[in-house]
């Protein structure tokens, strides 16, 4: 079984940054990677940036040199800093994790409003 706490959603104006967490729990399963995506109204869910247990990284090109991606592999939780939101950053971030085996879980999501 998999838990996932995602945290640190909310409302900022442009300009302004926020830190998103995501904590997974439980036994019976090896992370291989951990990652956030988003989706916003009307929209496709879209990758925003992923990190592998080795540590390479991969951004999508709207969030290069504003966001990072960071892991404490230890406790298996993953970071998304933002900086310099834009009003298009505006959506609902949803980690995921994926496994060795393959298989991929998904948190609930967390509202992020980014006010022009």
């Known amino acids: 079984q998999v838990q996932l706490v995602e945290s640190g959603g909310g409302l900022v104006q442009a300009g302004g940054s926020l830190r998103l967490s995501c904590a997974a729990s439980g036994s019976g399963f090896v992370i291989n990677a951990m990652g956030w995506y988003r989706q916003a109204p009307g929209k496709q869910r879209e990758s925003v940036a992923r990190?592998?247990?080795?540590?390479?990284?991969n951004y999508a090109d709207s969030v290069k040199g504003r966001f990072t991606i960071s892991r404490d592999g230890a406790k298996n939780t993953v970071f998304l800093q933002m900086n310099s939101l834009k009003h298009e950053d505006t959506a609902v971030y949803y980690c995921r994790l994926r496994f060795y085996s393959g298989g991929v879980y998904w948190g609930l999501g967390t509202q992020v409003t980014v006010s022009s």
């Open positions: 990190i592998t247990t080795g540590g390479t990284t």
